[in-house]
């Protein structure tokens, strides 16, 4: 039995679906559930992964973007898995591809925000001088979840942020009314807050930002002067 098999098997056996139904409700029914929390999810793919170690060693990004293509999120999460265990951090310079289309297939915060995390981040630490391009081609595009990322590669760095950039970024989308985009954007600032306070402050107040980037970047700020 191969490993996808192995994998489908083990998820099918365990469906749940009044948790099925819940975590449908919770993403807005744009994808199907099995209904297996995280914490199971995991300790099933790290059994089946061990039973396959050779075939994903060799095989990891065909064996992930095969998963992607399934209609059940707890693939897709595991795809991600897969990738971030085994590739983040030996990429090579053009899985900004594959990075790309992981961004624009089935596309939601949830799954967006690992890749922009733990793939994109680490591949633009990977190959430096495709940051300036990539934020580029990525901040310009009609693409919320592609224009999200832009604002959220670098929440792993926490003090090697280049907060210029950050700061850029913001500047390019402030004026935007996308709930997803005026999120990201307090939640990057308030992941640097941590870093750098007065920087963070002293750009939110000096920036008409929305109201909801504003109160999610001064959150940590704004407690700690209780």
Known sequence: ???????????TALANTAQSMAMEA???NNFQFFGIPMPQRRVILKSVSAAHSDSIKTNTRTLAFQL???PQREFHYCALELLIQNCSKKL????????????????WWDSVDTISKYLLGRY?????????KVIENFSKSSNIWLNRSTLLFQLDYKKNTNFSILEAVCEHFKESNEFFIQKAMGWALREYSKINPIAVQNYVLSTNLKPLSKKEALRIIEKQKL
């Open 1 to 11: 039995m191969d490993f996808i098999t192995a994998l489908e098997k083990e998820f």
């Open 26 to 28: 919770y993403m807005k």
């Open 68 to 70: 992607y293509e399934k």
């Open 92 to 107: 090579v310079l053009d899985d900004i591809h594959w990075i790309e289309k992981l961004l624009l297939t089935h596309s």
């Open 124 to 132: 633009l630490v990977q190959f430096p001088e495709q940051k300036n």
